[in-house]
């Protein structure tokens, strides 16, 4: 029996200074994990390709995947895909992170998630802010939620 895999993934971009974090939870098979990460220099489009790459990366083939976000730029990537791949607007950038997006999401199911007070996604939201912010300082990175923060979660 293929895995159940549940993802919560929250994007933060601020666009005057061009700073973006991301941030995600993962349950998978009752385990708990999570990553977040940002980057300077970096638009929109690119912060929320490059957080569903993360998000994706490392899960199997045959994983049921769901990926529950508040996003709107996260949700928008399935339909600009579908729009690209019928020959309307395709990609003329980050080229790279669309052929992954491409790939990965055509085994998810993609839902949208309220960021409520002690959900997850409000928690991969406080995280992708929070990475947004160290982003502002440090550059690119990419780092693993730790343990105890988890817990908070609300997986």
Known sequence: MPAQVRIWLEVAHHPSFRIGG??????????????AGGARQIDLER?????IAAALAGAEPSANVELLSAS???LAIPDRLTAAEAGENPPEENLDLWAQASTALRRV?????????GAPTAFAAAWADFARDR???????????????LAKAGV
Do not use: H, Q, Y
């Open 22 to 35: 991301w941030a995600f939870v993962r349950r998978n098979a009752g385990e708990v994990s999570g990553t």
């Open 72 to 74: 709107k730029s996260v």
């Open 109 to 117: 199911r993609l839902v949208m998630r309220p960021a409520e007070s």
């Open 135 to 149: 982003a502002k300082d440090k550059g690119a990175f990419t780092a693993a939620i730790p343990k105890p923060n």
């Open 47 to 51: 912060t929320s390709l490059a957080a």
